[in-house]
């Protein structure tokens, strides 16, 4: 590659040129691993920018570790080394050589701990030391001489401010410091400035000599204190905020850039730079957002233009900048807006953005009239040609922003740039990912999460064969809400296989947690706890069915609580074969104890495989509810969910399930379509082994869920078998989620399990109990006894009451009871 190619790519590919570099010294490290440390470290455009071609410029700074170079540059080489990099060097001292895992910096020199900090004659003791502080004077000043004031700076502050208002209050005073500048040093040097010059405080604010004081007297002014005066700029007179200090003196923001105008490199315009080129020469702001490479996807209309606004979800071009404030005709909703070209009526954003099944011809198509319930597409609204002119692309007739193709066509042009390999096909494994994304049913949608986050780097990179399409590849990219939602969509889209990604978080923790520990033998215990123990029995419980979040939950506690002992045992040089029942009860009695309930199963665990010996550490015995059953309140949510139209109907279907059946966040969070059974009778639900008579209002609400219930919006239309999906493609709402959209609903979701179940176990037998429900058959029978509702007593006392009937006064056995009738 020549030096031209590289330089194009520092604007260009500025990711991809640093990659190129490392690889090429860095042997023991894949491509994939370097291009994800990378992606970390280097941020933004700008700073990517700015690394790039640091490194470029003096590439030998990967082996030799040594400075002038940026901060970046140090960060990358230390991410470097921690991901397991053999050639890269580790940051150099510039004093002493040391290699640094931190550094401190002074320019675009790197120093250790020892070298960087800066050493000058204090002015009370004269000796060459550290600076520690700074006296009143501004003087420096070593730890050993500070500028001590016995004075309360609260006070010496009120006594000025006295002086201009005799009667402010002192605690108006104080919160006000104290709310500006909470440091107590702060405070000192505030104390010290007003009290050698009080005119601050009416006028001369400007010459503040920290920022802090500026904002004080803001306040001041606000609380209507008699005599503050808000400094104004001293060159332009305004009284506006004061910006940063020039010349000695505080002044406001056109000011500033007043004073740093230059003449713009391209277009010779006299502003204050915005940035710098290759060259270190000036360009103007204009220059820098108009340049083509730095066009980028607006997340608005999908096209690749100059960035007008930055928000949360991306970038905006000029035509999609913020709206004013509107009352929507549509959702009713006091929102950003615009009003309709059609109707004349106000639109807010998300009725502009919505797509819906239009309630005149059912197409799905913008919204552009009706109502939420009732929407009515564009087309509808003014059926006039003239209105509608065609895709120059697919020829679909759409009322378009710009003259070029239409969402859709966007979508597929898009999906084909990132999804291509070099010969300019899709991979035969990548086109069901490209079908489902280009099918969806919201264009506009799947364009946002193309350019949304990493997406789309991800996507090119499995597109060009530089990521294999495994999961394993898709293991080494930082950890995060993205790189799983893009996981989900491949393995919904069948590019990939499934995986329990529950199971693999266990291990991956289980792992960390392990190595963690400081002993080999430890280590060793650790091992084989976790693997063969809950691992294990968690994956026969689990028989082929995914792990939930409870269960690793779970999983994970008990191996924490082993750790937290073993880690007891080794500060107090003991081990679990030396550790002896006084030890242990000290252990549990001690405060340091965490997790000592799940302890005691990983003490039992040692003893059955005689790891330890002589220790006792039983479980504890579950004696019914602990929390006060309030079966009122259950009945009066459950009428508010049945009646209450306003709620989310899947709301009110899982608030029910939870009131009425018992059923945990993580069991309804599971259940498929296939558990809604409608017949000629009615509507069942199979909880358990046997299915369960619906209600006439929770069996409407059952089949409206399961009717409306919509698939991911990233991908096209399928069917999900899942009655409640999530949020990723293919699988269900999580336990966790579910549980606070029932609180927000203002359910107590253990306290109401637990009256449920209770009021269930006094009217069913265990047997029925636990195969209605689908809980264990012992829980069923512990929750029976707790409720006092013994069946099989009762079935004894039916049992002896017949035989009584059937023995005759004689005491001999009647007819057909034990005996042959002679």
Known sequence: MTTADQLDRVVADPIGLITDLVADVEKELEPE????????????????????????????????????????????????????????????????????????????????????????????????????????????????????????????????????????????????????????????????????????????????????????????????????????????????????????????????????????????????PATRDTQGRPLCPNCLITDPANAEVCIGCGERRRVQNRTTDGPLCPNCKPLPILVCSICGRTAPGTHSRLTGQPRCGACDQRQAHCSSCGHIRGIHSGTLEEPVCGPCTAPDAELWRPCPTCGEAERLRSSGPCPRCTLKQRLHELLTNGSGSIPPKLQALHDALASTERASTGLRWLSGGIVSTVLSDLGSGNRPLTHEALDELPEGKVVEHIRSVLVASGALPTRDEQMVRLERHVKDLITSHATAEGRKILHRYATWHLLRRLRRRSR??????????????????????????????????????????????????????????????????????????????WNGPSQPMDDEARWATARRLLHDGTLKHEDRLAGLLLLLYAQWPAAISRLTVDHIEETDGGVRIRLGAVPVELPAPVAELALQQVAVRRSHAVLGRTDSPWLFPGGQPGRPISAWAMGERLRKLGIRLAQARSTALFQLATELPAAVLARTLGIDITVAVKWQRAAAGDWAAYAAEVSRRTTSRAVHPSGNTGPGRGHRQE
């Open 33 to 272: 691993t370097i291009r994800a440390v990378v992606t970390t470290v280097a941020g933004g455009r700008a700073k990517s920018r700015t690394l790039a071609a640091a490194l470029n410029r003096r590439p030998t700074l990967l082996g030799d570790g040594r400075s002038p170079a940026p901060r970046a540059l140090g960060d990358l080489l230390i991410a470097l080394r921690q991901a397991g990099a053999q050639a890269i060097s580790p940051p150099v001292c510039t004093e002493c050589g040391k290699h640094l895992r931190t550094l401190q910096r002074r320019g675009h020199d790197w120093y250790c701990g020892v070298c960087g900090p800066v050493y000058v004659d204090c002015s009370a003791c004269g000796k060459n030391r550290r600076i520690s502080t700074r006296d009143r004077s501004g003087q420096p000043r070593c730890a050993k001489c500070p500028d001590t004031d016995g004075r309360d700076p609260l006070a010496v502050v009120h006594s000025v401010i006295c002086d201009l208002d005799p009667h402010v209050d002192a605690g108006l005073i104080a919160d006000a410091i104290r709310r500006t500048m909470p440091r107590a040093a702060d405070q000192q040097k505030l104390a010290w400035a007003l009290e050698a010059d009080p005119s601050l405080l009416t006028g001369n604010g400007h010459l503040a000599p920290t920022p802090a004081i500026v904002r004080l007297i803001n306040v001041l002014h606000d609380s209507d204190v008699t005599g503050i005066v808000r400094p104004a700029c001293p060159l332009c007179h305004r009284v506006v905020r004061l910006h940063k200090p020039l010349d000695g003196q505080r002044v406001c923001r056109n000011c500033i850039a007043k004073s740093r105008v230059e003449e713009c490199v391209r277009c010779g315009a006299h502003r204050e």
């Open 544 to 621: 082929g069915k995914e792990t939930t979040y409870y269960q690793l939950q779970v999983a994970r506690q008990y191996l924490r609580a082993g750790v937290y002992l073993l880690n007891w045992l080794e500060g107090q040089n003991l081990t679990l074969a030396t550790c002896r029942q006084a030890d242990l009860e000290r252990w549990t009695t001690s405060d340091d104890a965490r997790l000592r309930q799940e302890a005691g199963h990983f003490v039992r665990w040692a003893l059955a495989q005689k790891i330890a010996r002589d220790l006792t550490f039983p479980a504890e015995r």
